[in-house]
């Protein structure tokens, strides 16, 4: 094993040291937040504000084509209220845009 295979091995273990840690440590200082006004709206909105920051760029990335398939990812939420005919709208979508253009 040469130092560049050695030092890529002590990089992996200590990301993922601060990865789990991370994780622990959410888990455990949650019970001493307080889950009363602002910090609780806070809490209320960040996983669709973390979603919505996931799937900006991929849609962007996609260009008219994904940005026609949130449209009808919306709809189909509104209309269905069906998460999963919803994701089948959207990827139907983008791969029949995919193939044909």
Do not use: W
Request: glycine content about 6%; hydrophobic content about 55%.
């Amino acid at each position: 094993m040469n130092n560049y295979e050695l030092y890529a091995l002590i990089i992996i273990l200590f990301v993922s040291i601060g990865t789990y840690g991370l994780r622990l440590s959410g888990l455990l200082l949650s019970d001493k937040i307080s889950n009363d006004g602002k910090i609780r709206i806070f809490l209320d909105y960040l996983p669709p504000t973390l979603l919505l920051s996931f799937v900006t760029p991929v849609v962007l990335r996609e260009g008219l084509a994904g940005i026609l398939a949130i449209f009808l990812i919306a709809i189909c939420m509104h209309k269905t209220k069906n998460i999963f005919l919803s994701m089948i709208v959207g990827v139907v979508t983008v791969a029949i845009s995919r193939n044909l253009f």
